[in-house]
């Protein structure tokens, strides 16, 4: 919920009335996140050529690392 509070992220443009929904990255792969208020965790989604891979993380620090992650790569020009 922490994460959700600040606001760092753009609201995605195919938002899931669940949940709130995050575009991450606009490339190859898609990468969104949701945020689900009941449980209080992450789903980000991979999807690749159609192909939607979830991955649930487990909080908001976990979350954070996958940020930076994303952001290196992009910065190396890698995926």
Same mark, same amino acid.
């Given at each position: 919920m922490a994460m959700q509070d600040v606001s760092p992220l753009?609201?995605? @443009?195919r938002p899931?009335?669940?949940t709130t929904s995050f575009l991450l990255l606009?490339?190859?792969p898609v990468v969104?996140?949701?945020f689900?208020?009941?449980s209080?965790?992450?789903? @980000?989604?991979?999807v690749e050529r159609g192909q939607d891979r979830p991955e649930p993380v487990a909080d908001d620090a976990a979350f954070l690392d996958?940020?930076?992650d994303l952001a290196r790569v992009r910065a190396s020009g890698i995926g």
């Open positions: 753009t609201p995605d @443009v899931n009335p669940s606009d490339g190859d969104t996140a949701e689900e208020a009941s209080g965790s992450w789903i @980000v989604h991979y996958l940020l930076r």
